[in-house]
């Protein structure tokens, strides 16, 4: 696993995260290694849940929530994908799926089908892990990591692998680090 750094100091919350690539299977790990206590986590299960992709519905704006986010650029290309996975206290877990042909665009972004979500595990000890199938013909990649967390206060807290710009702005490719070849 890979910590993720804050934008701003954010209490005692440490992060990290981890990619995993098999042929056209993606796994995706989060896990908060410290500070747990100190995030807001109402509607959250109460034990360890496994989900089935299709048990699992697609909403946007997850990030107003706590959300784990991945970011997808293949490599030589402008084009870019968008995966956040979130739980949220009304509808339960929840994921996101979308493509962009450069930095933010289009505007709305445009849901894709390029990444189908397999199984999505929460684990109230701070833990989440999805399976994705890569349905793009894309193979080598450039992966950012990164996370919205709402602390009990209200306050938002940004993580990522690294932070490119003077402001949280996750879209930023320079962010795009970790390299699947």
């Not at 750094?5 to 410290?34: C, M, R, T, W, Y």
């Not at 490599?75 to 509808?91: I, M």
């Not at 445009?110 to 989440?128: A, R």
């Amino acid at each position: 696993m890979i910590e993720l750094h804050p934008f701003e100091a954010a209490g005692e919350i440490s992060l990290s995260g981890e990619v995993l690539f098999e042929k056209n299977h993606v796994k995706v790990f989060f896990q908060v290694d410290l500070g747990l206590t100190e995030i807001d986590l109402k509607g959250q299960p109460s034990e360890r849940t496994v989900f089935q992709g299709t048990e699992v519905q697609r909403r946007d704006q997850l990030w107003e929530k706590t959300c784990f986010e991945v970011f997808i650029r293949p490599k030589n290309s402008r084009e870019y994908f968008e995966l956040n996975f979130g739980f949220h206290p009304e509808y339960g877990p929840a994921w996101a799926c979308y493509e962009f042909t450069s930095y933010r665009q289009p505007t709305p972004p445009v849901p894709s089908t390029g990444f189908i979500l397999n199984s999505f595990t929460w684990d109230t000890k701070g833990s989440l892990a999805v399976e994705l199938i890569n349905r793009t013909p894309h193979q080598e990649f450039h992966i950012g990591l990164t996370a919205i967390v709402v602390l009990k206060s209200g306050t938002k807290a940004y993580f990522a692998l690294t932070h490119a710009g003077d402001k949280p702005d996750f879209h930023l490719s320079e962010s795009f680090i970790l390299q699947r070849k």
